[in-house]
């Protein structure tokens, strides 16, 4: 995504931006966006195949940070809204397949905390 856009985005919605919201509002909020438009979400295998042109643009941006140089005039991108861009495509298809992401998320995180909870050293307190 160029500066230009992201520039253009943040003038044109400043009121959207929120510093904070919960799995729960993030999905009401897509959806409510999504659901304004006849055409619905996209079908699931073009969802992935957005998801993984979003995760590549995620790829790009860290290869500049950590390595590779961005080309002269190359926008070296924005890792924060390369990964909201993922999140949104996840989002998208969690809510056309009626899937509760923060419940989901609460499953994965005690999945972790059980089977790694001997994996790792612990900090001192």
């Not at 253009?8 to 799995?23: E, H, K, V």
């Not at 005690?110 to 994996?119: A, G, H, L, N």
Request: hydrophobic share 40%; net charge neutral; proline share 5%.
């Amino acid at each position: 995504m160029s500066l230009a856009y992201r520039v253009l985005i943040r003038r044109r919605y400043p009121g959207n931006i929120r510093a904070t919201m919960t799995l729960k509002e993030a999905q009401a909020r897509v959806d409510a966006w999504i659901s304004q438009f006849e055409e619905g979400y996209f079908p699931p295998l073009l969802n992935l195949a957005r998801l993984i042109e979003e995760v590549g643009e995620v790829a790009r941006v860290v290869s500049h940070q950590n390595g590779k140089r961005p080309k002269p005039g190359e926008d070296p991108g924005d890792l924060g809204l390369e990964l909201a861009d993922v999140l949104f495509v996840l989002i998208c298809m969690a809510n056309r397949d009626g899937i509760d992401l923060e419940a989901k998320f609460e499953q994965v995180l005690e999945k972790y905390r059980i089977r790694d909870s001997e994996r790792w050293t612990k900090k001192s307190s």
